[in-house]
């Protein structure tokens, strides 16, 4: 079939639609001949036309057909050595997804052909297939870009306002009951009124989606009868993946995903994706050959320098993208400018971030990365998280970000966990991680919002799970129970897992409201697990990764409706009172003009805490006075706005303790507003300065002094 061409442009890569044809433009530094084959249907085993792409700018291939259109569906077939020590990995037998593909049509059918070598070789990794994969792997395709936005506007919410929520698309509305069937688990379902309810009425301001990068599952999971829940995997960095799309039409997932944030935007929440562009779903040399590997290998991964037939993997999954390569600095930029400008996106979290930064072998904030996010305009305009870890060598960097950004703050996760649990000279730091982290953060003018705090996330125990195993229980996994989170840092509450025991029951759920309570009250930012808040459980799985079933997914028929009025009620103190969420450090020292020192903490005799006291290592419980009479600027102009203020009294110790209230200076009235032995108090009990409060163990009590 003769297909008209002309010569196209090298830029935008990736197929784009300009109303009258498609330009097409892969970056192949090495090929020496690149196809672009064009299949009229997702199953098509064979293309219905090739392409020679005869135009070639520097690294860059192009061809312009005036006559294709949206929904033309293709894949590039590229030509260039094949010698693997030497990293050279083509074979133009294989057909391969544009690594700047705005959707793709399906999910890989998993095959022998899918690789670049002959299956059962010797050394077979290093032999050359003649299979045609076209048959077993999905189709690049060109949408339309353009949408009716109605105006969306952004919700910029400031980061001392943020309140994260993160989850999983399809595993927050797969079981619902009241959100219609045919679209449960997509886009659509969470765009949906009783979903965004739900979120409002809960409190959040930022949804935080798990991968809806198009991935890959890997084929040992599939031949086991599981998947890639989580989809960690990438292999489509612009396209919204296809499984959460409602409909089958092809490009569907594209629209269905910028409904989704519009809807969220009109309901004043902020969208955020987790993004993976440490490495793809290709794996290690055994891998297959979809993308990235076939179009250039050399071009976009790390190789062993001095044996390029392997990778190094800074991921644990096989490979890493080489981001010290200008090509691939491109792409994920461009990929993030794409999500911001076309898909609307308000922010990213960075999974295993430090592979990012690193240069040679060591992490380098200063890396090249983080010099181009940094200039971007508009990039380093929304949210910046970053997961400040990965495996290899020195990847722990904690507090070792570069300004403008936030991180995840595993020091303050399991911190808070060893402090509930009990464990010993915990007070200096808890202190640390109640009020922001200041040892991580503050040195370079940072402020508390750079701690994204949480107590758990999708990789571990949920909170239910937390405080009810002592062992994790990943037997469904397929893996002897070996994967996963090695250790529980929490506290079991009596009986491992289920139990009718009502005592054993009263104390798990006390340990879930202290957990809340002191995520929500802390300095920084909150991140809280879907379903932590209605005791959502995993039956003890801590790596639900491959777990797309009832183990993984809400259960919202068995909502623990008491614990998510509780933290509804938690999450509206946090919003109503300034001083739990400050955009400034504090300082420890007399305000001006009041004489009291704008935080204060406390033994519980009622007097100051000394520096010998921090040291005690029996120590378990503590006080602290927040004083809401100082200035925290908190308004969008920089008006002064001042709040009422509150002590906190923290026992984790395990019997009942007396509290003094401190001098009548911090405050002559003092009304308990929350004690999580129970819920949060209607009937309110008041107590003046001096007066002894009675505090269960392991609890939390809050007493509120209003604004004079």
């Known amino acids: 079939m003769k297909i008209t061409t002309y010569l196209g442009s090298p830029f935008p890569l990736g197929a784009t639609w300009d109303g009258k044809g498609v330009n097409f433009a892969l970056y192949a530094d090495n090929a020496t001949n690149v196809e672009l084959c064009l299949f009229n249907n997702p199953d098509d085993k064979k293309e219905f036309a090739k392409v020679k792409m005869e135009e070639r700018t520097y690294q860059v291939w192009h061809v312009y057909l005036p006559d294709a259109r949206p929904g033309q569906l293709y894949g590039y077939r590229v030509y260039g050595p094949y010698n693997p020590q030497e990293g050279e990995r083509f074979n133009p037998n294989k057909l391969l997804i544009d690594p700047y593909a705005k959707a793709i049509s399906g999910t890989i059918e998993w095959h022998d052909s899918l690789f670049g070598y002959k299956m059962g070789d ?4 290093l032999s050359f297939s003649k299979t045609d994969s076209a048959p077993f792997i999905p189709k690049s395709v060109v949408i339309d870009s353009a949408y009716d936005w109605e105006g969306d506007v952004a919700p910029k919410i400031p980061y001392h306002q943020t309140i994260i929520y993160e989850t999983h698309v399809k595993g927050f509305t797969q079981l619902h009951p009241d959100i219609p069937e045919e679209i449960r688990g997509s886009y659509l379902a969470l765009a949906h009124p009783v979903t965004i309810n739900y979120l409002k009425e809960l409190g959040i301001t930022a949804i935080e989606l798990m991968p809806v990068h198009h991935f ?3 084929r040992h999971l599939k031949d086991n009868g599981l998947t890639n829940y989580w989809g ?8 919204p993946d296809v499984r959460y799309a409602s409909t089958g039409t092809i490009g569907d997932q594209v629209l269905a995903f910028k409904k989704m944030v519009k809807e969220f935007h009109k309901a004043g929440i902020e969208v955020i994706l987790d993004v993976v562009y440490n490495h793809t779903g290709e794996g290690n040399q055994m891998g ?7 179009i250039d290998n050399a071009s976009y991964y790390r190789l062993v320098d001095d044996n390029k037939r392997y990778y190094m993997d800074y991921t644990g999954t096989g490979n890493t993208l080489n981001a010290n390569l200008p090509n691939v600095l491109r792409l994920i930029m461009d990929s993030l400018r794409y999500w911001i400008l076309e898909m609307h996106v308000d922010g990213f979290r960075f999974d295993l971030a430090s592979t990012l930064a690193r240069e040679l072998h060591e992490v380098d904030r200063l890396s090249a990365f983080f010099d181009i996010i940094y200039q971007d305009p508009v990039i380093s305009q929304v949210k910046l998280i970053a997961e400040p870890w990965d495996i290899g060598e020195g990847g722990y960097q904690v507090g070792n970000f570069p ?5 995840w703050n595993g020091k303050y996760r399991d911190c808070i966990r060893d402090y509930w649990r009990g464990a010993d000279s915990m007070l200096a730091e808890f202190a640390e991680r109640f009020t922001g982290s200041s040892d991580l953060y503050r040195d370079d003018r940072r402020k508390p919002t750079a701690s994204i705090n949480f107590i758990t996330a999708h990789d571990g125990f949920t909170l239910n799970d937390l405080v009810s195993y002592n062992e994790k229980h990943n037997e469904a996994n397929g893996e002897n129970n070996n994967d996963g989170e090695s250790h529980n840092r929490s506290w079991n509450c009596g009986a491992e897992g289920p139990t009718d025991d009502p005592a054993i029951l009263a104390l798990r759920q006390r340990q879930k409201r202290n957990f809340l309570t002191t995520l929500f009250l802390s300095q920084g930012v909150p991140m809280l697990v879907a379903g932590d808040e209605i005791s959502r459980t995993q039956g003890g799985n801590n790596n639900a990764y491959c777990q797309d079933n009832e183990i993984s997914w809400v259960n919202w028929a068995a909502a623990d409706k008491d614990l998510l009025a509780f933290t509804q009620k938690l999450i509206r103190l946090r919003k109503d009172h300034p001083v739990f969420c400050r955009r400034r450090w ?3 020292r007399p305000i001006k003009g009041v004489g009291v020192e704008d935080i204060a903490w406390f033994l519980p005799e009622g007097t100051e805490m000394t520096e010998e006291n921090w040291n005690h290592d029996f120590a378990k419980s503590l006080a602290v006075y927040l004083n809401g009479r100082g200035v925290h600027s908190q308004g969008p102009k920089g008006e002064q706005i001042l709040d009422d203020s ?7 110790y395990h019997g009942e303790l007396e509290y003094r209230l401190p001098p ?7 009304t308990k507003i929350l004690d999580t032995t129970e819920n949060l108090i209607e009937d309110a009990i008041t107590y003046a300065a001096g007066d002894a409060v009675m505090v269960q163990g392991n609890s939390v009590v809050l007493l509120h002094h209003p604004l004079q």
């Not at 010797?122 to 990794?125: A, E, T, V, Y």
């Not at 960690?232 to 396209?239: D, Q, V």
């Not at 300004?403 to 991180?407: A, F, V």
């Open 122 to 125: 010797k050394n077979q990794d």
């Open 216 to 218: 890959i599952t890997d």
């Open 232 to 239: 960690y995997n990438t292999i489509g960095f612009f396209a």
């Open 288 to 294: 297959p050959t979809v993308s990235f590997r076939g």
């Open 403 to 407: 300004p403008g950004w936030s991180e």
């Open 586 to 588: 504090f300082q420890g």
């Open 646 to 652: 509150f002590y906190l009294i923290f026992n984790a």
């Open 664 to 670: 009548a200076k911090y405050g002559t009235k003092w």
